[in-house]
């Protein structure tokens, strides 16, 4: 593989690393310790936010993972881009999956974010009542689909 080449597909690599963890960054600071402001953003707001936000990243991080694929002569890094867009379908997969069985227990709006290079999963939902009974229940379900261990699961309600 040329150096040109592999500078380009580190590039990617970065840029799509770079995006998950801004991505990640935003949906778990904007309502870590009270910081969203109800009178800016309502709360279906949010949410609707946090998934358009989600799957517009994503949209672009599969955009240049099809351009790398294209483009590309090389075998390894046509695989690995490969690989990479399975596992970025992979994670919208789970947490659409997660999103749904949390919702089924009577959460009104739930937005589930997992790491791509880690075992992290954030869960925000909508629930005015929420209580230590509500957090574990959550967190069995994650558990559940995922196998994770406690620390990997961050759970914030907001109402």
């Known amino acids: ?19 998950t963890a801004v991505l990640n960054f935003v949906l778990s600071s904007a309502v ?19 998934k358009t936000t989600k799957n517009t990243s994503r949209s672009k991080q599969l955009e240049q993972l099809n351009e790398i694929i294209a483009s590309s ?5 046509v695989s690995e881009a490969l690989s ?3 596992k970025l379908t992979e994670i919208n997969e789970k947490e659409n999956l997660l999103e ?14 997992l790491g791509m290079t880690s075992d992290n999963v954030s869960v925000i939902v909508r629930d005015e009542k929420f ?12 558990n ?6 406690p620390e990997n699961v961050y759970i914030q309600s907001i109402s």
């Open 1 to 19: 593989m040329s150096k040109k080449k592999k500078i380009i597909v580190l590039s990617c690599m970065i840029a799509l690393l770079v995006t």
């Open 32 to 50: 870590v310790g009270g910081t969203q402001k109800p009178e800016t953003v309502t709360t279906a707001n949010y949410f609707s936010e946090i």
């Open 84 to 86: 990479m867009k399975l």
């Open 100 to 113: 749904s069985l949390i919702k089924a227990y009577g959460y009104k709006d739930v937005a589930v974010t």
């Open 73 to 77: 002569e090389e075998s390894e890094v």
């Open 144 to 149: 559940k689909e995922l196998n994770l261990s």
């Open 131 to 142: 209580s230590q009974d509500d957090a574990v229940l959550i967190y069995s379900v994650c």
